[in-house]
Nanobody, 112 residues
Framework: QVQLVESGGGLVQTGGSLRLSCAAS????????IKWFRQAPGMERELVAS????????HYADSVKGRFTIFRDDRNYTVYLQMNSLKPEDTAVYYC?????WGQGTQVTVSS
């Protein structure tokens, strides 16, 4: 049973933008913190951004502050990660997480 459905990855040039989405049910998001992680080849999975579903409080990794924005759509139970000013070092597989569930991952590739 799929709990989190991700979409929006792709190939973009340096300086470009992408928007990732993570859709789930009310039951999955309610009273939860929804997080975006990323994992580059040979690297550990790192937390990129998070948002509390109830209050909308956000947190960002230092490496993406000012470039990425996490926000939620209450009506459609979707969390988005808007990524601007992308850099080659942002290349990774991006995962949505709402404990205990994980999305399938979506590839983001930024070409130099």
């Amino acid at each position: 049973q799929v709990q989190l459905v991700e979409s929006g990855g792709g190939l973009v040039q340096t300086g470009g933008s992408l928007r990732l989405s993570c859709a789930a049910s009310w039951r999955t998001f309610s009273n939860n913190i929804i997080k975006w992680f990323r994992q580059a080849p040979g690297m550990e999975r790192e937390l990129v951004a998070s948002i509390t579903w109830s209050g909308g409080d956000t947190h960002y990794a230092d490496s993406v502050k000012g470039r990425f924005t996490i926000f939620r759509d209450d009506r459609n139970y979707t969390v988005y990660l808007q990524m601007n000013s992308l850099k080659p070092e942002d290349t990774a597989v991006y995962y949505c997480n709402a404990d205990p569930h994980w999305g399938q991952g979506t590839q983001v590739t930024v070409s130099s």
